[in-house]
């Protein structure tokens, strides 16, 4: 996916939207894979739970409908289909904020955001601005990545999918949860999932060393 194609996704109307979800419709669809061979914690987590059995299937028909307008929703929703599974890890309630929020981006027509999302499941595509180990150009000491909307995720570990990541590449970040109990003023821990959309590669990770209230 050419840096490009973020304009473009602005010019055809496609928007992480932020607005309010909406609600399951009826009659309930079921899920837009074949259950009796599901695999992943993710697969399993849909398949057990009829809500996000529906919202999967609702889901699948958006994702064509808005295909059938902008072919480049398709390596959006490739990316997204990562993130939410690298950022839940088959927790129900975090799907269904995942979920949900999708759903509402592929049916929007509102302007593409490029901020840095504030609710759980929401995303944003922006950029990726910088590509780091954890001490910076210290190999080994672990990995950093920045996007150009502002949040940064740290790891201890090298994570390939951030070696594998350049500068400029198109990004897709999704709020995957947050610290509680945090001092006032004190917020960090905040985890993003984040999809490369060139090389596909995913990562979740805290936008900080320590959760709030630490070191």
């Given at each position: 996916?050419?840096?490009g194609?973020i304009?473009?996704?602005?010019?055809?109307?496609?928007?992480?939207?932020?607005?309010?979800?909406?609600?399951?419709s009826?009659?309930?669809?079921?899920a837009?894979?074949n259950?009796?061979?599901?695999?992943?914690k993710?697969?399993?987590?849909i398949?057990g739970?009829?809500q996000?059995?529906?919202?999967?299937?609702?889901?699948g028909?958006?994702?064509q409908?808005?295909?059938?307008?902008?072919?480049?929703?398709?390596?959006?929703?490739?990316?997204?289909?990562?993130?939410?599974d690298?950022?839940c890890?088959?927790?129900r309630?975090?799907?269904?904020?995942?979920?949900?929020?999708?759903?509402?981006?592929?049916?929007?027509g509102n302007?593409?955001?490029?901020?840095t999302?504030?609710?759980?499941?929401?995303?944003?595509?922006t950029t990726i601005?910088?590509v780091?180990?954890?001490?910076?150009?210290?190999?080994?000491s672990g990995?950093?990545?920045e996007?150009?909307?502002?949040?940064?995720?740290?790891?201890?570990?090298?994570?390939?999918?951030?070696?594998?990541?350049r500068?400029?590449?198109?990004v897709?970040?999704?709020?995957?949860?947050l610290?509680?109990?945090?001092?006032?003023g004190?917020?960090?821990?905040?985890v993003?999932a984040?999809a490369?959309?060139?090389?596909?590669?995913?990562?979740?990770l805290?936008?900080?060393?320590?959760?709030?209230?630490?070191?």
């Amino acid at each position: 996916m050419r840096i490009g194609t973020i304009a473009a996704l602005t010019a055809t109307g496609l928007a992480l939207s932020l607005g309010a979800p909406p609600p399951v419709s009826a009659p309930a669809r079921a899920a837009s894979f074949n259950c009796a061979q599901a695999a992943s914690k993710t697969e399993r987590a849909i398949c057990g739970d009829a809500q996000l059995s529906a919202l999967d299937g609702q889901i699948g028909l958006a994702y064509q409908q808005r295909l059938a307008l902008a072919p480049a929703t398709r390596q959006v929703q490739r990316g997204w289909l990562r993130v939410r599974d690298a950022g839940c890890e088959g927790d129900r309630a975090c799907l269904r904020r995942f979920m949900t929020a999708q759903l509402a981006w592929l049916r929007s027509g509102n302007p593409l955001l490029s901020r840095t999302p504030t609710l759980v499941g929401t995303c944003e595509l922006t950029t990726i601005s910088k590509v780091d180990h954890r001490f910076e150009g210290e190999v080994g000491s672990g990995s950093y990545v920045e996007e150009a909307h502002g949040p940064g995720q740290v790891s201890y570990d090298e994570i390939p999918s951030i070696t594998a990541s350049r500068r400029g590449d198109p990004v897709l970040v999704c709020l995957a949860a947050l610290p509680e109990d945090c001092p006032p003023g004190d917020d960090r821990g905040k985890v993003y999932a984040a999809a490369n959309l060139r090389t596909l590669g995913v990562w979740a990770l805290a936008d900080s060393e320590h959760l709030c209230g630490g070191a």
